[in-house]
């Protein structure tokens, strides 16, 4: 989200005003199989964000009219908890950017889920934000993708989404709510990290040029490999645990 407000300097002597350098992570943790009820689920704490993913399915999808004959059909709720914002409380009621979250987290799990494996059925994936910080949307689909994968679903590659800015010239990774609100541009990108593939690109603002591109996509690569690190760390933890228990 570009401002027009006053717009407060966001690099001083080098570091961010977080003290972090321009291509470090926030903090970032991930605890699967915290929602029992759930298929599979997921809890992220990235920066000040608190995440929780749920997934159910796959199901019938009802009401039957919604069926795919061919594949599993997504639908994705992503939604911020009237408590979840700095500034606005209130309403949690899904507005336009709500629906855009959703549908940009379907379309990136219609990408990556196997659905030719389940025709007519249905698989539905929550994104609740109960703290928000800036980046919700990647750490949302960081989280789903750990839900998915725990949920046991079949997927071509686990997915994970950081964003990229820029402020006072300089390309920053992983922008808190401050820096995205008077950023130049926030380009938050969703990877394969198998393929290294882009599966979802957004922009608002822009780069300048394809070599600024580059360089803003080598910094997401470099710091997806953390990112990945930590989604495999947790889904992994329920199972150690088990082992580590009958050792
Ligand atoms: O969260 P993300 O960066 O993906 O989306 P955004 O639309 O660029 O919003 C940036 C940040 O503004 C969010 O992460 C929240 O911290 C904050 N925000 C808010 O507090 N209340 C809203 N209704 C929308 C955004």
Known sequence: MSSSREKPIL?????????????????????????????GSAFIEWGNNKIIAAVYGPKEALPKHTQDPER???????????????????SSKPN????EISKI??????????????????????????????????????????AVASAGLPMRDIPYAV??????GHLILDM??????YSDADVPMTICPRTKEIILLQMDGSFDGSKEFREAYSMVLKAGEEISRIQKEALKEPYTKIIDKYR
């Open 11 to 39: 690099i001083i002597d080098g570091k961010r005003l977080d003290g972090r350098s321009f291509d470090q992570l926030r903090p970032l943790s991930i605890t699967t199989n915290v929602v029992p009820n759930a298929d």
């Open 72 to 90: 599993a059909v997504i639908k994705c709720r992503y939604a911020m908890s009237p408590f979840s914002s700095a500034e606005e409380h209130g």
């Open 96 to 99: 336009r950017r709500a629906i």
């Open 105 to 146: 987290t379907k379309e990136v799990f219609e990408n990556v889920i196997l659905i030719d494996e389940f025709p007519g059925g249905e698989i539905n994936i929550y994104v609740d934000v109960l703290q928000s910080d800036g980046g919700t949307r990647a750490a949302g689909i960081t989280a789903a993708a750990a």
């Open 163 to 168: 964003s990229v800015g820029k402020a006072d």
């Open 176 to 181: 808190n709510k401050i820096e995205d609100n």
